[in-house]
Antibody, heavy 127, light 110 residues
Framework: QVQLVESGGGVVQPGRSLRLSCAAS????????VHWVREAPGRGLEWVAVVSFDGRNKYYADSVRGRFTVSRDDSKNTVFLQMGSLRPEDSALYYC????????????????????WGQGTTVTVRS | QSVLTQTPSASGTPGQRVTISCSGT????????VNWYRHLPGAAPKLLFSGDDQRPSGVPDRFSASKSDTTASLAISGLQSEDEADYYC???????????FGSGTKVTVL
């Protein structure tokens, strides 16, 4: 069974850092580009970042560029989101998601959006 | 403010058909494929359509999707109570070099 499990969320003070993990089971994550998406209460879905299947391409939303870094460790079948200089507006439920399976063979697979999603991990930034 | 514009809400009685539109530009919908997602707040979003109109296995054929120029559409036929959810379109934006979601449409079954 294909599954993505996020972890690492919690309560943190403004200006601090947090690292989220996205661990995959039932699939070889190294074949997939992986997105991070967040959902803040009442604000809908917001795309955060993506890392390509080979780790060479990384893209970020303007709201997090320069503060967040996405990376991957394929030996652990895991993708990470390092979040720094956190702000209250970063408080949200964070999801990781792979690209759809049909996109795997495409060199720019990340443009095809999200296929399999995790259940999310909650980040709360407050004093 | 979302790059992709969706009608905030849509509703219908059981059995009716509802259509949701998603409007963008030549730099996003006009040049990349569109996905549709079903989402209940606090739960994992679910992919409904990818590649503009490709329905993954397990998605009922009551759901259909299409795209024309810079507008994408999602239709739900034979509306059922379990279809109540938020529906989002999404695509890559070549000018932002990032993925963008629509503002979301809340579907209510009356």
């Amino acid at each position: 069974q294909v599954q993505l499990v996020e972890s690492g969320g919690g309560v943190v003070q403004p200006g601090r850092s947090l690292r989220l993990s996205c661990a995959a089971s039932g699939l070889t994550l190294s074949y997939y580009s992986v997105h991070w998406v967040r959902e803040a209460p009442g604000r809908g879905l917001e795309w955060v970042a993506v890392v390509s299947f080979d780790g060479r391409n990384k893209y970020y939303a303007d709201s997090v560029r320069g503060r967040f870094t996405v990376s991957r460790d394929d030996s652990k079948n895991t993708v990470f989101l390092q979040m720094g200089s956190l702000r209250p507006e970063d408080s949200a439920l964070y999801y990781c998601a792979t690209v759809p399976i049909f996109a795997v063979t495409n060199l720019r697979s990340w443009v095809y959006g999200m296929g399999v999603w995790g259940q999310g991990t909650t980040v709360t930034v407050r004093s | 403010q979302s790059v992709l514009t969706q009608t905030p809400s849509a509703s219908g009685t059981p059995g009716q058909r509802v259509t949701i539109s998603c409007s963008g530009t030549s730099l996003n919908i006009g040049s990349n494929t569109v996905n549709w997602y079903r989402h209940l707040p606090g739960a994992a979003p679910k992919l409904l359509f990818s590649g503009d109109d490709q329905r993954p296995s397990g998605v009922p054929d009551r759901f259909s999707a299409s795209k024309s120029d810079t507008t994408a559409s999602l239709a739900i036929s034979g509306l059922q109570s379990e279809d109540e959810a938020d529906y989002y379109c999404g695509t890559w934006d070549d000018s932002l070099n990032g993925y963008v979601f629509g503002s979301g449409t809340k579907v209510t079954v009356l």
